[in-house]
Every structure is written in structure tokens, then in C-alpha cells.
């Protein structure tokens, strides 16, 4: 492996050696890839909402109105992240089986994940989860429904924003929309091995 | 030989395939357009920057390579270097029997289609299983991918559903609602069996050494958050300098290759989980693969490693699309695959110089490329190679007496002025078995041979 190592750095200095010049990096304004007309002026909750909508996915401003939403569908029974319930459990009432351990071993028991957000993207209809902010990667996964509780103040305007603030955490992921594939005849189909329905909450 | 080697294919793909093939890359192509122009002033710009970014990075990999083997191993990575396909599979091999691992879970790599990792596992007695739905089904029918991001273009439903009951995961049902949600079933328990999950990386900030993987099923996702342990294979070109040019590229990257604004998942991952997080890895390998991209990059064609496999050169492709991806014998299909496959045959170059020159080089790949590869010029170039070489080119017909001619004004003007004759001439009936296949499906156009000098005498005048 070693050997590798050397024969490999190796290799490439013998290939840039007779490059008489190298391509420079080039200097950018990074707003080029932001959609400004798309967000000037607007209210970014506004706008993440009707970004999640063009994706599929569905966004929400009130925690009964998601209990709402899961009971038509006939979602249940679920987890949510034990620090979010206490606040959650009075919109939901009676009817809801809501577990705050996460137990793999029966993970088709889980019609539903609540978990943290740690912000969304405006632009994309993109929510942002990080190790930090998930309780359980796999809650926010492995159900059908998964929701994430997005703070207002949470909100980037846009990509370029999201990537600067990727910080510190070791793993960062962007949600934009429900889990698909088109791989059968260019057929969508939503919910693959991810969730089928992908809401956010946002207060 | 009667065709080139592509010809061959094409000319025995079923016409159902062909139709499906063309229909869902155009209909890609159209998509990806309208977007990147109703969204962004100026696309093309947003191209040619990122084109200038990844040259930058792989013509400094001496630079970003050790840099970003010191971010990684800070993050708590464990990094290694694979100079070879065999070499890349030995070290994944190894990673597995220290860890005493016998079952993997694969998000869609294509470097793993390269050094053939699943049945290279598979002969060591240890489980492979493709997650990505394409994938999956490449996998359990021995088949190979036909597209770089849509593995089974290939392939209808009814074949799917047929080999799926085969495999006793259902009987047979052709809705793809229904092939989708037994997948899902299937494959979740698999995830959470598993020990290790493996994926590629779609890039690689120096900077911060944060690995980015986009997929849109969620299962690169569900390897991280089931598995314990994370190899991640990466062919060394992947770097991108900063954090902040990711954002260009991610712009980029899924528009181009499946009309989206992003991918449904884009993660971006800097070392095994945090401590404090129940789910995912606790140990986390990274593999540099070379498996003769450094050949690659001391060519004269180092520009396609700026690639990043979003397909949109395949969905544009007029040969590909009549051709479908198998046609190329190559892992990587279509004009990126006319440049990089006979490359990285390295001294078996020979055996894939046929590629490059299934191609009109019309220019259209290098006009959706989100690097903005010239993809026209390296062709030539190849071909250049090839001729260089004396690699014997079947099916093309001599060029001698058309070059003897182009060169001798005398003979060209008596040519043009014999070309009349040729209104006459029954073409099919010629016994040159190129042009016949070539008048099978065409005519000639009235000579008019001349015509364009008198225009200019006249002109001049």
C-alpha cells in the first residue's frame, strides 16, 4: 500500500513535470450560481415551501396540521426525537403510537421519523440534517414519512450560503424531496429506500 | 469486417431497446436545457468555470493529493493508495477480513465497475449486494451498466419483473411501483445485515477533505446510517480545491445529468460518525485509485479527467443514442467513454482505437459538458494516436486516392467535373460493403460539384 503510495505521487509529478504552465485557479464571484431572481425580495419561509412543493415534498407552519396529515395517510405509529416530543406530543393526541428510542431491529414498525433539521436551503426546497441535529440517522431514513423540524431562522437563501456553512460536523446531508428513482423505463417512482413522503415543519 | 466495431452492435440491438434508449436520453437532453437556460443568465459561463476549477485541480494533483490526505487523516480517516484495479480490490479485501466482515453493502460506484470489486469479493467467499436499483438488477441478471447514471436504459419492465420473480422476490409484476417497493423491502434488511457499506465520491474538497456523494434512492444514505464501516473508492481526479467550488459543481451536476436542480441526497461526509450519533460508521477508509488515470493525466488528453460522470454527453450523443451503451464494450459508454476507456486500456489501447472514431464529431457533448471537456478534440487526437500507432481500422475504407486527389488541383477540377456521372451511378449496386451499408438507409444528393467555385469567381468579381 505504501509502495502504491509513492508509485502513484510518483506517476503524477513525472506526468505535470513538462507542463510549462499550470492552470490557474480561477477567481469567481460565488453569487454566479445563485438563483437571485428566484429569492430577491422574498420571504425565504415562502419560498422554501413552494421549493419543496416543485420537488414533492410538503412543508408546514403548524405541528397539528402535520398530525392532520399523517393521520389521513394512516401513519400512526412512529419515532420522534426525544428532546422534539414534549413540545409535539399535545398536537398529536390520542391515535398516534410515538416511540422515542429507535429500535433497528423492527425498523418497518416505523411509519414515520420526526427528527431536527439544521436549517433548510430556500432555493432548492432543500433541508439540511447534520449528525448534530439528528437524533437517529436512520429515523430520519428508514420510514415512510420522514419530518423535519426546521427552524425559521434556519433558512439559507441559497446553495452557495448552505456550503459556507457547512462547519464543523462530520457529516452534513441535503434532503431535497422524497427518495426517487426513474431507473424502470424513465418511470418516477418516489420512496426507493428513503422516505416516500418528506415533510417540514417549520417553526 | 464488414462495420466498425460499434456498427456491429447498433446494427443488432433490438428495436425496442433503441427506441427506449433515444426516447428517455432525449427527452434528458431537453430537459436539462430548458432548465439551466430558464434558471441562469449565462450557463455556459457557469460551464467553462467549472471546466477552468477542474483543470486547476488535476493540474495540481501533486499539490491537492498530499493536502488532502492530511485533511482526511485529521478527520479521522484512514486513507490508502491503489495503483492498480487489483491492487484497489485488495485493499478493500483486506479492510474487510481485519474487520472480519463478510457482508457488504454497495452504493452505485462506477471506479467499482472498473476494477470489477463485487465479483472480485464474490470469488473471496464474501457478499457484494448493488444497492441502487439499476444497479441491483445489473447485478442479479450478470449484466453490466449501459449508461453512467441510468444503469439499466437498457432494460424494459417485463425483463425486470421476469428477473425478479426468477430471483423470489415476487411473482411476477411489471408495474414499477411495485418492482420498486420489493427492492425496498428487500434491500433494507440487507443495509442493516451488512457490515460495511461501500460507495464512490462524487468529489473531494482538499480544503476540508469532505467527501460529497448526491444519489437520488436514499441507499448511499442507508449504508452510512446502517453499516459500521465506510469505504469510500475514490479515483484520484475527484479533488476540487475549496469547499466553495462545490457549490458551482453541485449546481451543475444534477441538472446536467437528470434535468434536477440538485439530487434528492447530496452528503457531504468529512470522517466517520460523530460520537455522540447512534447511527453510522466508526471507522471510515478511504481508497485513492489510480488504475491508469495518472497515464491519463500525462497525456495529451488529460482534459477528460475533469469529468464528472453526469451522463449529459450520453443524453446529447447521436451515435449513443443509436448505439446504447453496451456498444462500447467499456464501462464508461458514450463520447466520455470514446475518450477515457481506450486510455485507460494503457498498453491495450489497441483494442478500444475504434471508439474514438465512432463519433461525427459534431460537437454537441462538448457543448452540454457541465466542465465543458473538449471531447471533439481529444477524439482526434486519439485517432491521431491510433494512426501513429498503425492500429489496423476495420471497416473504415482506404483514404489513399482521396488524398492523392485532394492534393493535385488538375485532378480535383477533372474529379469535379467527372462527378456528374455519378447522378447516374445505381449506388447500392456498388460492391464496397460500406457503402452499401451506408445506402441501405440513404441517398445520395444531385451533384452539384463545382457549384461553390463559380459562386466564388463571381464574388470576386
Not at chain 2, 189 to 215: C, M, P, Q, W
Request: charge should be positive; hydrophobic fraction near 40%.
Amino acid at each position: 500500500m505504501t509502495d502504491d503510495r509513492e508509485a502513484i505521487f510518483s506517476r503524477v509529478r513525472g506526468a505535470l513535470a513538462p507542463l510549462r504552465e499550470r492552470a490557474p485557479l480561477p477567481q469567481y464571484d460565488a453569487d454566479m450560481a445563485v438563483l437571485r431572481k428566484m429569492i430577491a425580495g422574498r420571504d425565504l419561509a415562502e419560498l422554501l415551501a413552494e421549493r419543496m412543493k416543485r420537488v414533492s415534498a410538503h412543508a408546514y407552519t403548524s405541528a397539528a396540521a402535520v398530525a392532520d396529515f399523517l393521520k389521513a395517510g394512516g401513519w400512526t405509529r412512529g419515532y420522534c426525537d426525544p428532546a422534539l416530543w414534549p413540545q409535539l406530543a399535545p398536537h398529536f393526541g390520542a391515535g398516534f403510537t410515538v416511540e422515542t428510542d429507535f429500535d433497528r431491529k423492527r425498523v418497518d414498525d416505523y411509519a414515520f421519523g420526526i427528527t431536527r433539521a439544521a436549517g433548510a436551503v430556500a432555493e432548492s426546497g432543500t433541508i439540511v440534517l447534520n449528525d448534530a441535529a439528528t437524533s437517529r440517522r436512520l429515523a430520519a431514513l428508514a420510514p415512510w414519512v420522514h419530518i423535519a423540524v426546521v427552524e425559521r431562522a434556519a433558512i439559507f437563501s441559497d446553495l452557495t450560503q448552505a456550503v459556507a456553512a457547512l462547519g464543523q460536523d462530520r457529516n452534513v446531508i441535503w434532503v431535497t424531496g422524497p427518495s426517487k428513482t426513474a431507473d424502470v423505463e424513465g418511470i418516477l417512482i418516489e420512496g426507493v429506500h428513503g422516505p416516500g413522503v418528506q415533510i417540514a415543519l417549520i417553526v | 469486417m464488414r462495420f466498425q466495431p460499434i456498427d456491429q452492435y447498433s446494427a443488432g440491438l433490438k428495436a425496442d431497446t433503441r427506441a427506449s434508449v433515444y426516447q428517455s436520453t432525449k427527452s434528458t437532453h431537453e430537459k436539462r436545457t430548458k432548465l439551466l437556460f430558464d434558471q441562469f443568465a449565462a450557463p455556459d459561463r457557469l460551464r467553462e468555470l467549472a471546466g477552468e476549477i477542474k483543470q486547476h485541480a488535476i493540474e495540481n494533483l501533486d499539490t491537492y493529493l498530499p493536502q488532502v490526505e492530511a485533511r482526511l487523516k485529521a478527520n479521522g480517516a484512514q486513507v490508502h493508495w491503489a495503483g492498480t484495479a487489483e491492487s484497489a480490490c485488495a485493499a478493500v479485501l483486506k479492510i474487510m477480513r481485519d474487520r472480519g466482515a463478510t457482508k457488504m453493502v454497495k452504493a452505485k460506484t462506477m471506479v467499482s465497475e472498473e476494477i470489477e470489486l463485487a465479483h472480485y469479493l464474490e470469488k473471496h467467499g464474501l457478499e457484494a449486494l448493488e444497492t441502487d436499483l439499476g444497479e441491483f438488477i445489473v447485478q442479479i441478471d450478470d449484466d453490466h451498466p449501459s449508461h453512467i447514471v441510468r444503469p439499466i436504459i437498457h432494460k424494459n419492465r417485463r425483463e425486470i419483473a421476469t428477473s425478479f420473480e426468477r430471483e423470489g422476490l415476487g411473482a411476477y409484476n411489471d408495474d414499477p411501483g411495485t418492482i420498486t417497493r420489493r427492492a425496498r423491502h428487500f434491500l433494507r434488511h440487507k443495509y442493516l445485515e451488512a457490515d460495511v457499506g461501500l460507495t464512490g465520491a462524487n468529489f473531494v474538497s482538499a480544503e476540508s477533505g469532505r467527501i460529497v456523494l448526491v444519489t437520488n434512492e436514499g441507499n448511499s444514505r442507508f449504508c452510512l446510517a446502517a453499516t459500521k464501516c465506510h469505504i469510500a473508492l475514490v479515483g484520484i481526479e475527484k479533488i476540487v480545491p475549496r469547499d466553495r467550488d462545490l457549490s458551482i459543481l453541485l449546481n451543475l451536476l444534477g441538472r446536467s445529468g437528470t434535468a434536477q436542480d440538485l439530487t434528492v441526497y447530496t452528503e457531504f461526509i468529512s470522517g466517520p460518525k460523530s460520537p455522540a450519533q447512534p447511527d453510522g460508521p466508526e471507522e471510515m477508509h478511504v481508497i485513492f485509485v489510480d488504475n491508469g488515470r495518472t497515464e491519463v493525466l500525462a497525456s495529451d488528453c488529460r482534459e477528460i479527467l475533469r469529468c464528472i460522470r453526469c451522463g449529459a454527453c450520453l443524453n446529447v450523443c447521436p451515435v449513443y443514442r443509436q448505439a446504447s451503451g453496451h456498444a462500447y464494450r467499456s464501462v464508461y459508454p458514450g463520447p466520455v467513454g470514446a475518450v477515457l476507456s481506450p486510455l485507460l486500456m494503457k498498453d491495450k489501447f489497441p483494442q478500444k482505437a475504434d471508439l474514438p472514431k465512432a463519433s461525427s464529431l459534431c460537437g454537441a457533448c462538448n457543448e452540454v459538458c457541465p466542465v465543458n471537456i473538449p471531447i471533439p478534440d481529444l477524439l482526434l487526437r486519439l485517432r491521431n494516436r491510433a494512426k501513429e500507432e498503425n492500429v489496423p481500422s476495420p471497416g473504415t475504407p482506404p483514404m489513399g486516392a482521396w488524398a492523392l486527389m485532394a492534393s493535385q488541383p488538375t485532378a480535383w477540377k477533372a474529379a469535379l467535373a467527372g462527378g456528374k456521372l455519378l447522378n447516374y451511378v445505381p449506388t447500392k449496386l456498388i460492391p464496397v460493403p460500406a457503402l452499401q451499408a451506408w445506402a441501405d438507409k440513404r441517398a445520395l444528393p444531385a451533384w452539384r460539384g463545382g457549384e461553390f467555385r463559380k459562386w466564388m469567381r463571381q464574388r470576386a468579381q
